[in-house]
């Protein structure tokens, strides 16, 4: 049982640091609207993670970055294979360098997301300067692999794009 010594304060951000601070419990715990002034939705930043900077820094020849979201209504488990290219309009193939919140096969990395994106990045090889498309393919000999609709070349080197499975 908690000390009921704690008075709701007007302020919505009184009680927030008074219930963290002291746990103590309020029947309006939800966010009442007519208690603030103004709303603040703020974006979230997006940061690119160290591993992923150290290797591009590393890299002497230049390199692309795709970053994939996958669409899944239940939680499940995600891996690539080596095997997974870009491949560029003019049908040459860009090979897998490199995979970050992704496991490569064999393993499998497990997502407990229903409802939303499994987001993971893949670094490949450069695309060649006559390529103006590209489209990714994960090449395995079973269901369920990783490809992607054709995405337009850009001049950074870096896209985002939404996967899908056949």
């Known amino acids: 049982m908690q000390a009921n010594n704690c008075r709701p304060k007007s302020s919505l951000i009184q009680k927030w640091r008074m219930s963290k601070a002291g746990g103590c419990k309020f029947a309006d715990s939800f966010l009442n609207f ?5 709303l603040t939705i703020a974006k ?13 820094a590393e ?13 899944t209504d239940e939680a499940t488990g995600v891996r690539i294979w080596p095997s997974t290219f870009l491949v560029e309009n003019t ?3 860009c ?8 496991s490569i096969m064999p393993e499998w990395t497990f997502h ?11 670094v490949f090889e450069a695309l060649s300067s006559n ?12 269901p369920y692999a990783f490809y992607s609709e054709q ?11 939404e996967v899908f499975v056949k």
């Open 112 to 122: 407990f997301t229903e409802n939303d994106f499994i987001r993971f990045t893949l």
């Open 131 to 142: 390529c103006s498309s590209f489209y990714m393919k994960e090449d395995i000999p079973q």
């Open 59 to 71: 890299q002497v020849e230049q390199c692309t970055i795709v970053h994939c979201r996958y669409f």
């Open 151 to 161: 995405v337009r070349k850009n001049s950074s080197g870096v896209y985002t794009v």
């Open 91 to 93: 049908g040459l193939r």
């Open 95 to 102: 090979k897998l360098i490199k995979a970050f919140n992704i």
């Open 44 to 56: 979230p930043q997006v940061e690119i993670d160290a591993a992923i900077k150290e290797l591009v």
């Open 34 to 38: 007519r208690e603030m002034d103004t």
